[in-house]
Nanobody
């Protein structure tokens, strides 16, 4: 499976951005898909994920109520709508898939991630 991420950029505190991740390949319905991020000097951490099993969504506590993940199965594209952005959201964001129903993505268990998209920079200024 190949993942192509897009979106990101710069925003002011309180602003919004939307990330997209287009998947291609076989057995796409088998994988849960989501986003991780890595800020400078920090470890990569799970942000949000949508389960392949039941479409349930998961969020890290730091983004709950501000970020929304959605999946367009026809276009094989997953979106991360990021609202009420904060400077601490500044990071490189990576889309990823896992076969563990989002456990790997949300827990940041990087060795269990099946495929990665390229990172996209999100910068939020105060």
């Amino acid at each position: 499976v190949q993942l192509q991420a897009s979106g990101g950029g710069m925003a002011q505190s309180g602003g919004s951005l939307r990330l997209s991740c287009e998947a291609s390949g076989s057995n796409l319905d088998y994988y849960s898909i989501g986003w991780l991020r890595q800020a400078p000097g920090k470890e990569r951490e799970g942000v949000s994920c949508i389960s392949s099993y039941d479409g349930k969504t998961y969020y890290d506590d730091s983004v709950k109520g501000r970020f929304t993940i959605s999946r367009n199965n026809v276009r094989n594209t997953t979106f991360l709508q990021m609202n009420s952005l904060k400077p601490e959201d500044t990071a490189v964001y990576y889309c990823a898939i896992d076969s563990t129903l989002c456990l790997a993505i949300i827990a940041g268990r990087l060795q269990e991630i099946n495929s990665w998209g390229q990172g996209t920079q999100v910068t939020v200024s105060s």
